[in-house]
């Protein structure tokens, strides 16, 4: 069974992130999604309208995600590739080449992103980002 295995927030779901899952899951036979928490999404600068468990609910209900674990560091991918015997390591490319180093352990496949929607874009349509609320 080959395993597949991707990281990221996945907040206020978005087709962009059903894209990515889906072309990961095509990738293999069997999908790891490594979900940021909270804290981890406060080192990485993001603040979640969604809490992790939230966010774990909706990602798990995805159709092409068998498992999902949570993400609170820069430096597990190398256990968790280790762990669950992982094949391949996926993201989008917006994170072209920052995991290169994961190829002495798996490959490394980095997917087009859909590029005119993000979680960010979003909550500025929708008036929820900092200038508007402030
Ligand atoms: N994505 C995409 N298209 C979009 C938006 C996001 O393909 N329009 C992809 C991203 O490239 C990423 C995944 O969806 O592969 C999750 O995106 P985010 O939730 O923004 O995750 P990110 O903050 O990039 O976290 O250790 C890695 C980090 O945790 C990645």
């Avoid at 295995?5 to 978005?14: A, R």
């Avoid at 256990?79 to 094949?87: A, L």
Wanted: net charge negative; aromatic share 12%.
């Amino acid at each position: 069974m080959k395993k597949v295995i991707t990281y990221g927030t996945f907040d206020l779901l978005h087709y962009g992130h059903i894209n990515v899952l889906k072309k990961a899951r095509e990738l293999g036979d069997y999908l790891i999604v490594a979900l940021s928490t909270n804290e981890f999404n406060a080192i990485k600068g993001k603040e979640c309208y969604f809490s992790y468990d939230q966010r774990k609910k909706l990602v798990e209900a995805i159709r092409y995600v068998d498992l999902v674990i949570p993400e609170d560091s820069w430096e597990q991918k190398v256990h968790d590739v280790k762990e669950f015997k992982v094949d391949v390591f996926t993201i989008g490319n917006d994170w072209s080449g920052k995991f290169d180093f994961l190829k002495e352990y798996c490959d490394v496949v980095y997917l087009s992103r859909t590029p005119e929607i993000s979680t960010t874009k979003i909550k500025k349509d929708l008036g929820l980002d900092e200038e508007s609320v402030s």
